[in-house]
């Protein structure tokens, strides 16, 4: 079992940057993806970022495509997830995933087994 918590939810101004971490404890020799969802206020859950430890290969969704990256720290079974330009479209619960997704998977929730609680992002003026 993987256990993994977020953090750096915070509320930001249209425009502005902010980071959000997850971090992995106990069973990660079972993993070999990290991603992030994020679900908003009436709507579904949705694929933002996910990236291979392995590869490096990285996956985004088109909506946050030149905006967000997704980074690792393998020293210390860390993900990030780099946000720039946030408007409000971005305001969500941001959820931590982890599994072993194939390719045809990696940017759905059936490719991860493990979640976090989620950190909440809110972007307003």
């Known amino acids: 079992q993987v256990q993994l918590v977020e953090s750096g939810g915070d509320l930001v101004q249209p425009g502005g940057s902010l980071r959000l971490s997850c971090k992995a404890s106990?069973?990660?020799?079972?993993?070999?993806?990290m991603g992030w969802f994020r679900q908003a206020p009436g709507k579904e859950r949705e694929f933002v970022a996910a990236?291979?430890?392995?590869?490096?290969?990285?996956y985004l969704a088109d909506s946050v495509r030149g905006r967000f990256s997704i980074s690792r720290d393998a020293a210390i079974n860390t993900v990030y997830l780099q946000m720039n330009s946030l408007t409000s479209e971005d305001t969500a619960l941001y959820y931590c995933?982890?599994?072993?997704?194939?390719?045809?998977?990696?940017?759905?929730?059936?490719?991860?087994?493990?979640w976090g609680r989620g950190t909440q992002v809110t972007v307003s003026s």
């Open positions: 106990g069973s990660v020799s079972s993993i070999n993806a």
């Open positions: 995933a982890a599994g072993r997704p194939i390719t045809s998977t990696a940017r759905t929730e059936r490719g991860y087994t493990s």
């Open positions: 990236r291979r430890w392995a590869t490096g290969t990285t």
